[in-house]
Nanobody
Framework: QVQLVESGGGLVQPGGSLSLSCAAS????????IAWFRQTPGKEREGVAC????????FYQDSVKGRFTIVRVHDKNTVYLHMFSLRPEDTAVYYC???????????????WGQGTQVTVSL
């Protein structure tokens, strides 16, 4: 069974850090482009970080550049999103996704996790 399971969300104060994990089962993450998306109510899903399958090159949205890091750990078949200097505007449900093409378009990703809530607030 192909599955992506996220964990690690929660409540954090502004300026704090949080790490999300995305564990895969039923397939090998190395064979796919992996991206983290986030979504808030009434808004479209936004890609924030992506790692390409072919060469491991990483891409970040400008809004998170320098603050978020995507890491793929082969032995654990898991991808992490390490988030630093968090801001209230980072509050969202975060999803990991796997697809054949590294892009910011959700339609390019065929496998999705269930999402994990990240709330940045005092």
């Amino acid at each position: 069974q192909v599955q992506l399971v996220e964990s690690g969300g929660g409540l954090v104060q502004p300026g704090g850090s949080l790490s999300l994990s995305c564990a895969a089962s039923g397939f090998t993450l190395d064979d796919y482009a992996i991206a983290w998306f986030r979504q808030t109510p009434g808004k479209e899903r936004e890609g924030v970080a992506c790692i390409r399958s072919t060469d491991g090159k990483k891409f970040y949205q400008d809004s998170v550049k320098g603050r978020f890091t995507i890491v793929r750990v082969h032995d654990k078949n898991t991808v992490y999103l390490h988030m630093f200097s968090l801001r209230p505007e980072d509050t969202a449900v975060y999803y990991c996704a796997a697809g054949s093409l590294s892009s910011w378009s959700p339609s390019d990703y065929g496998y999705w996790g269930q999402g994990t809530q990240v709330t940045v607030s005092l």
